[in-house]
Each structure stands twice: as structure tokens, then as C-alpha cells.
């Protein structure tokens, strides 16, 4: 798990292109820090923030009432892989409709 220290040491909410100008990191699952299925991880550094806020985050939903764990459970179907580039919704559907 990162430390907020090693958080502000990677990269912040947005890229450098080559071309000098700052664009938006895109929202995937993360393969590296990522504890259960990487939602949080990636969602943290799509936002710049520290993992452990978004994953506090969904416990304290999850425990008010259940959203928390609705939304990680949609967030690990349909947000891509950092390393596949697919979600796991997809890869069921390619599965799916190969065996047809």
C-alpha cells in the first residue's frame, strides 16, 4: 500500500505529452498497488488522490448503506485493466460469444 509520501513522490492526477501540454490519467484498474481488485488504487490515481482516502471512502459507504460495495463490484466489471486494457464485463462477453 502507498504511503502519502511515496503518493506524492509517483505521478500526480494528470500526464506531460510530448508536446509539453497536461492531460488526464485515464481511469483504470491498477494492477500495481492494488489490494483486492485495484478500483480504489485506480480510481485514486485517476483523482491524485492517496488510495487509502478512496478506499475509506467505499468502506464508510459500504457500511451506511451497501453503495460502497455496489459501486467497487461495478467499478471492477466495467473500468479497464491497467495491463489489458479491457474490463472484466468484456473479457466475459469475448469469452461468451467465442463459445457460440
Given at each position: 500500500m502507498?504511503?502519502?509520501?511515496?503518493?506524492?513522490?509517483?505521478?500526480?492526477?494528470?500526464?506531460?505529452?510530448?508536446s509539453?501540454?497536461?492531460r488526464?490519467i485515464?481511469?483504470?484498474?491498477?494492477?500495481?498497488?492494488?489490494?483486492?481488485?485495484?478500483v480504489?488504487?485506480?480510481v485514486?490515481?485517476?483523482?491524485?488522490v492517496?488510495p487509502?482516502?478512496?478506499?475509506?471512502?467505499?468502506?464508510?459507504?459500504?457500511?451506511?448503506?451497501g453503495a460502497?460495495i455496489a459501486?467497487?463490484?461495478?467499478?471492477l466489471?466495467?473500468?479497464?485493466?491497467?495491463d489489458?486494457?479491457?474490463?472484466?464485463?468484456?473479457?466475459?462477453?469475448?469469452f461468451?460469444?467465442?463459445?457460440?
Amino acid at each position: 500500500m502507498n504511503t502519502a509520501h511515496e503518493y506524492a513522490a509517483s505521478s500526480g492526477p494528470s500526464a506531460t505529452s510530448p508536446s509539453g501540454a497536461s492531460r488526464p490519467i485515464p481511469l483504470r484498474r491498477a494492477s500495481r498497488g492494488a489490494i483486492i481488485g485495484g478500483v480504489a488504487a485506480g480510481v485514486a490515481r485517476s483523482l491524485g488522490v492517496d488510495p487509502l482516502f478512496v478506499r475509506i471512502a467505499f468502506v464508510v459507504l459500504a457500511l451506511l448503506s451497501g453503495a460502497g460495495i455496489a459501486l467497487y463490484l461495478a467499478g471492477l466489471l466495467l473500468i479497464p485493466d491497467e495491463d489489458s486494457g479491457q474490463s472484466l464485463a468484456a473479457q466475459l462477453l469475448h469469452f461468451v460469444s467465442a463459445g457460440r
